[in-house]
Nanobody
Framework: QAQLVESGGGLVQAGGSLRLSCVTS????????MAWFRQAPGREREIVAA????????YYTDSVKGRFTISRDNGKNTVDLQMNSLKFEDTAVYYC????????????????????WGQGTQVTVSS
């Protein structure tokens, strides 16, 4: 069972950068496909970025393409989200999510695909 802990959120001005990190104590981290989701007040949780077990496949929602980068280190059991050129509309609670995956290069996009979630970290972008 994967326990996920996020860090790195905070308050930043528009145009600034933040790096979110998610660490798990699981010894089988490389068996999990990972993703970052976010949820703004009054809105549904949405996927931001996803990465396959082996890190070779990635996905970004259109609104963050070219600004955000997802990466993972299977040796350190971490998945990061580098967020650049932040906008006011990026303000949300960001969640790390994990899914046990059979295929090493597969990506998963739905909230219901993921079984394990972190507690969330707040990202606030001031305009």
């Amino acid at each position: 069972q994967a326990q996920l802990v996020e860090s790195g959120g905070g308050l930043v001005q528009a145009g600034g950068s933040l790096r979110l990190s998610c660490v798990t104590s699981s010894r089988t981290f490389s068996l999990y496909a990972m993703a970052w989701f976010r949820q703004a007040p009054g809105r549904e949780r949405e996927i931001v970025a996803a990465i396959s077990r082996n890190g070779e496949s990635t996905y970004y929602t259109d609104s963050v393409k070219g600004r955000f980068t997802i990466s993972r280190d299977n040796g350190k059991n971490t998945v990061d989200l580098q967020m650049n050129s932040l906008k006011f509309e990026d303000t949300a609670v960001y969640y790390c999510a994990a899914k046990l995956a059979v295929l090493t290069s597969a990506l998963y996009f739905r909230v219901d695909d993921y079984s394990y979630w972190g507690q969330g970290t707040q990202v606030t972008v001031s305009s």
